[in-house]
C-alpha cells in the first residue's frame, strides 16, 4: 500500500504502528493523549494539595514504567487515580482551603504499600494461574462495571460543560464533525481540533482565565523533597487496603482496553504484569509525594474514537508529561482552556466508554434472558450509579482507622459475590476467551495476517 492510500485510510482502518505516519501526525496523536488525561489528572493534586508538576512528571515516568512491565504491548497511559481521595482527606484533610502539608507525606506512604498490594496479588495470579481468578470476572461482571465506569464518570462531564453551554456544544460537534466526516488526519485528531477550534472561539468571546498563568515560573524542578511519604502505621491501615478495590477496577479497565482492540491484553502480556505495573507506578509515584496511578478510562475512550492502537503513541503522551512538568508556565496555559471545553470532550470520552462495556457484552453473547444474569448486572449498576449519589460509598471503621469504599468498588464487590453464589453460570474463561477473537468492533480482521493486508 503506498503512502498516499495509507493515509487516506486514516481513521477507517485501526492503526497499529504510528511509524507508517510522518513524525509530526505521531507527535499531534500524542498531544491528543496528553489533553485527554491533562483535565483529570491536574485535578487530583488541586483536591489533595500534591504538587501539580510532580503529577505530571510521575505520570508519564509511571506510563513508561507501567509499558516496559507490560513489554510494550497495552496501550494504556496512567494518570492520577481517584479512588484514593477518600484516603487522603482521612489522613491529611484541608484546614479551611489549605491542605495539611505536613501529613501528605504520611498519606503518600499509605499509597505506596497499596501499590505493593498490587505486587502480591499479580505474584498470585502468576502462581496460581490467570484463569483462576478470571473466573470471578466473567463478561456478565466486567461488562456492567466497564459500562459503570464511564456513567459515573459522566455527572462530572455534564457538570464541567454546563459552565458554559455554547464553548462545550462547539467542542462536541467539532469532535463529531471530525470523527465522521474528516479525512485523513483530521479523522483521527478530533479531539485535538474540539479543543482548538471551542478554544479560539472562547478567545474571541473573552471566556478564557489565564489566572492559572499569573507569578508561574518558566522552568522549575518538578519535585519537593519535603512531600516525600513519609510511614505511619494509622495512614497505612487507612489507604491501603483501597488497593482491593482499585485492583477491581484495574481489571474492568484492562478489560475495555481488550475489548477496544480486539486483543486479549489480560493473557498476553498477561494479567499479572499490568497489575504489576499499575502498582509499582503507583509506589514509584507516592514515593515521590504524587498521587496513586491508574489506567485511565479517558484514554481509553481516545482508543475507541480514533482506532489508533499502537501503545507508542502513549509513550509519546509519557514524555510529553515529562517533559510539560518542567515548565509550569505551559501547564498553566493547558489549564486556562475554559472547563465547559474539557466538559464537553468528556461527555464524549465517558460514553465511549460504556459503549465499551456494551459491546463486551454482545461480543460475549451474555444471555439476559436468565434471571441470574440480570441479577448480576442490575445490582453492579444499582450499586455502582447509587453509591455515587448522595449517598457517597460506605465507610466503616477497622480499629481506630476508617477504610471507605467507592460505588464501583461496591459495585465490583457485589457482582464478583453474586455471581459466583448463583447457580447457572455458563461461562468459562479460556486463553482465547474473552477478547481474542482476531475481530475488533468495527468489523476489521486484527490478527497477524488481517494487520498485513
Not at 100 to 105: F, G, H, S, T, V
Not at 131 to 143: A, D, L, N, W
Request: hydrophobic share 50%; net charge positive; charged share 15%.
Amino acid at each position: 500500500m503506498d503512502k498516499q492510500n495509507s493515509y487516506a485510510q486514516l481513521g477507517s482502518e485501526p492503526i497499529w504502528d504510528i511509524r507508517r505516519l510522518s513524525k509530526p501526525k505521531a507527535l499531534i496523536l500524542g498531544l491528543q493523549h496528553l489533553f485527554a488525561m491533562f483535565g483529570a489528572t491536574i485535578l487530583v493534586p488541586l483536591i489533595t494539595g500534591l504538587d501539580i508538576s510532580t503529577t505530571l512528571l510521575m505520570a508519564g515516568l509511571g506510563t513508561l514504567f507501567f509499558h516496559f512491565m507490560t513489554k510494550g504491548k497495552v496501550p494504556a497511559f496512567l494518570g492520577s487515580s481517584f479512588a484514593f481521595l477518600g484516603g487522603y482527606a482521612a489522613v491529611a484533610p484541608k484546614i479551611g482551603d489549605q491542605a495539611n502539608l505536613d501529613r501528605l507525606p504520611y498519606a503518600c506512604g499509605g499509597v505506596f504499600v497499596a501499590g505493593l498490594i498490587y505486587v502480591v496479588i499479580a505474584a498470585l495470579i502468576k502462581y496460581f494461574g490467570v484463569e483462576k481468578v478470571m473466573r470471578f470476572f466473567p463478561p456478565v461482571v466486567t461488562g456492567p462495571i466497564i459500562i459503570s465506569i464511564g456513567l459515573t464518570l459522566a455527572p462530572s462531564a455534564i457538570a464541567n460543560a454546563s459552565t458554559d453551554w455554547l464553548l462545550a456544544m462547539v467542542a462536541i460537534a467539532v469532535v463529531v464533525y471530525f470523527n465522521i466526516f474528516g479525512k485523513g488526519m483530521a479523522k483521527i485528531i478530533p479531539i485535538i481540533l474540539g479543543i482548538i477550534i471551542s478554544y479560539a472561539l472562547a478567545l474571541i468571546l473573552h471566556r478564557v482565565d489565564f489566572t492559572a498563568l499569573q507569578g508561574a515560573k518558566v522552568v522549575a524542578i518538578p519535585l519537593e523533597p519535603s512531600q516525600f511519604m513519609k510511614f505511619d502505621l494509622s495512614a497505612v491501615i487507612t489507604i491501603a487496603p483501597i488497593a482491593l478495590a482499585t485492583i477491581m477496577e484495574h481489571i474492568g479497565d484492562i478489560s475495555a482496553i481488550s475489548a477496544t482492540t480486539g486483543n486479549n491484553y489480560i493473557k498476553d502480556p498477561g494479567l499479572h504484569r499490568t497489575l504489576l505495573g499499575d502498582g509499582l507506578a503507583t509506589s514509584l509515584a507516592s514515593a515521590f509525594g504524587g498521587p496513586a496511578n491508574t489506567t485511565y478510562g479517558e484514554n481509553t475512550g481516545v482508543l475507541v474514537l480514533t482506532k489508533v492502537y499502537d501503545p507508542r503513541v502513549m509513550r509519546l503522551a509519557a514524555i510529553m508529561a515529562i517533559i510539560l512538568s518542567f515548565f509550569p508556565a505551559v501547564s498553566g496555559v493547558i489549564r486556562s482552556i475554559p472547563t465547559a471545553i474539557i466538559g464537553g470532550i468528556s461527555m464524549i470520552l465517558y460514553g465511549m466508554i460504556s459503549s465499551i462495556g456494551v459491546r463486551n457484552l454482545v461480543e460475549n453473547r451474555v444471555d439476559f434472558t436468565k434471571s441470574r444474569n440480570l441479577i448480576v448486572a442490575a445490582s453492579i449498576f444499582v450499586c455502582a450509579l447509587g453509591f455515587t449519589g448522595e449517598v457517597h460509598g460506605i465507610s466503616f471503621p477497622v480499629g481506630d482507622a476508617t477504610i471507605s469504599l467507592s460505588g464501583l468498588a461496591i459495585a465490583a464487590l457485589v457482582g464478583i459475590l453474586l455471581n459466583a453464589i448463583l447457580p447457572g453460570k455458563d461461562y468459562v474463561f479460556t486463553e482465547e476467551k474473552p477478547q481474542d477473537t482476531g475481530v475488533n468492533f468495527s468489523g476489521t480482521d486484527t490478527t497477524k495476517e488481517g494487520r498485513k493486508k
